[in-house]
């Protein structure tokens, strides 16, 4: 049955219906392609909680898994062998018996504006005062607040061509902001017209990473897609998520990272904020993560960090990197992390 057990079987993978979903499980398929010629892939498209509910804020729906829970039960009921994701949709705790097989390389990770066609070629502090600026991220909004204070933010919703088409149709917005990597992805990186660099505004915890779920117990699986692992992105994305994963944090609450990998040596900036941005903590920590590959054979070959099982990245690397996260975040509670986070959180719910 060939080298890792998976020949002479379709491989199904699950996505969500979106383009962009679909643009990125297709990146990750024709990788996989590559690798494996002789497999053939079979796509299985499947709509979300998040993709049905499209007139609630993210943030209120209270829903962890909102992009990931329908593609996971068909993980568990073995109707697909691995599932694509954006890294951030995923929660820093996966349900027992899931883990990450694959973070691949990095896309651009920055937030980006996209303006009105009539405010095309302004910034955001060019832009009349009072001007609503469509965000559906706690995240964006508390640090442009507090950065931009003359702009007002609301709520946008639905997927990539939906938000542009309420941008453009309509006069509600002066500019949203979304991720720079979907745009990039969807082929629409002219509509760039501002880049937020981390000194405006820090990014979510995994974004521009695509991931891949597979089940841990699957051995094929899991040997097969790991060939996709960028090693860099890896260490960067498991720091971010131990840093989230000890705040507590999700998309409830304004979390925000900026990583950099230079020379073996690991930059972790992570911040909290108040919903309004006025409140805010933020520090910078770092770690050498330079270490050799050992071949570890053993009972724990498998372990994972914060859901991430990266067997071909050195794991004292890894563990370096996971407990960067962990110091960062506690550095942060340790300055009253706890009491910004829970105000945000009681805020957001009523």
């Given at each position: 049955s060939g080298e890792n057990g998976v020949e002479g079987r379709a491989?199904?993978?699950?996505?969500?219906?979106?383009?962009?979903?679909?643009?990125?499980?297709d990146t990750v398929v024709s990788m996989l392609q590559e690798l494996y010629p002789d497999l053939h892939f079979e796509i299985v498209a499947m709509s979300t909680t998040g993709d049905k509910i499209l007139d609630t804020a993210l943030s209120?729906?209270?829903e962890k898994s909102l992009f990931t829970k329908e593609l996971e039960n068909a993980l568990e009921r073995n109707e697909v062998d691995l599932v694509v994701h954006s890294l951030k949709d995923l929660p820093t705790s996966l349900p027992p018996g899931f883990t990450i097989g694959a973070v691949c390389k990095r896309e651009n990770p920055l937030d980006a504006v996209v303006f009105h066609p009539k405010n095309s070629g302004k910034?955001?502090?060019?832009?009349?005062?009072?001007?609503v600026i469509g965000t559906s991220s706690l995240r964006r909004a508390a640090q442009l607040k507090k950065k931009f204070p003359h702009l007002e933010f609301r709520d946008i919703?639905?997927?990539?061509?939906?938000?542009?088409?309420?941008?453009?149709?309509?006069?509600?917005?002066?500019?949203?902001?979304?991720?720079?990597?979907?745009?990039k992805r969807m082929g629409w990186e002219n509509r760039i017209g501002?880049?937020?660099?981390?000194?405006?505004?820090?990014?979510?915890?995994?974004?521009?990473a695509l991931a891949?779920?597979?089940?841990?117990?699957?051995?094929?699986?899991?040997?097969?897609?790991?060939?996709?692992?960028?090693?860099?992105?890896?260490?960067?994305?498991?720091?971010?998520?131990?840093?989230?994963?000890?705040l507590e944090g999700g998309c409830s609450v304004p979390v925000a990272v900026n990583?950099?990998?230079?020379?073996?040596?690991?930059?972790?900036?992570?911040?909290?904020?108040?919903?309004?941005?006025?409140?805010?903590?933020?520090?910078?920590?770092?770690?050498?993560?330079?270490?050799?590959?050992?071949?570890?054979?053993?009972p724990n070959d498998d372990v994972q960090h914060v859901g991430v099982t990266a067997k071909n990245v050195p794991s004292k690397a890894q563990e370096a990197a996971e407990n960067l996260g962990i110091e960062l975040a506690n550095l942060l509670l340790s300055k009253g992390a706890k009491h910004i986070l829970s105000v945000a959180r009681q805020l957001n719910d009523a």
């Amino acid at each position: 049955s060939g080298e890792n057990g998976v020949e002479g079987r379709a491989v199904r993978v699950g996505t969500r219906r979106s383009q962009l979903a679909r643009i990125q499980t297709d990146t990750v398929v024709s990788m996989l392609q590559e690798l494996y010629p002789d497999l053939h892939f079979e796509i299985v498209a499947m709509s979300t909680t998040g993709d049905k509910i499209l007139d609630t804020a993210l943030s209120k729906i209270g829903e962890k898994s909102l992009f990931t829970k329908e593609l996971e039960n068909a993980l568990e009921r073995n109707e697909v062998d691995l599932v694509v994701h954006s890294l951030k949709d995923l929660p820093t705790s996966l349900p027992p018996g899931f883990t990450i097989g694959a973070v691949c390389k990095r896309e651009n990770p920055l937030d980006a504006v996209v303006f009105h066609p009539k405010n095309s070629g302004k910034t955001l502090s060019l832009l009349p005062e009072k001007s609503v600026i469509g965000t559906s991220s706690l995240r964006r909004a508390a640090q442009l607040k507090k950065k931009f204070p003359h702009l007002e933010f609301r709520d946008i919703r639905g997927n990539l061509n939906t938000r542009l088409k309420k941008l453009d149709e309509k006069e509600d917005f002066s500019a949203i902001i979304l991720a720079a990597a979907g745009l990039k992805r969807m082929g629409w990186e002219n509509r760039i017209g501002q880049l937020l660099s981390p000194e405006d505004c820090l990014y979510a915890v995994g974004q521009g990473a695509l991931a891949v779920e597979v089940r841990a117990k699957d051995q094929e699986i899991l040997n097969m897609v790991s060939a996709l692992h960028d090693a860099d992105t890896v260490l960067c994305c498991i720091a971010e998520r131990a840093f989230m994963k000890r705040l507590e944090g999700g998309c409830s609450v304004p979390v925000a990272v900026n990583t950099l990998l230079k020379d073996g040596q690991l930059y972790l900036t992570g911040a909290v904020y108040s919903l309004d941005g006025s409140d805010s903590l933020k520090e910078t920590m770092q770690t050498s993560v330079s270490y050799p590959h050992q071949n570890e054979d053993g009972p724990n070959d498998d372990v994972q960090h914060v859901g991430v099982t990266a067997k071909n990245v050195p794991s004292k690397a890894q563990e370096a990197a996971e407990n960067l996260g962990i110091e960062l975040a506690n550095l942060l509670l340790s300055k009253g992390a706890k009491h910004i986070l829970s105000v945000a959180r009681q805020l957001n719910d009523a």
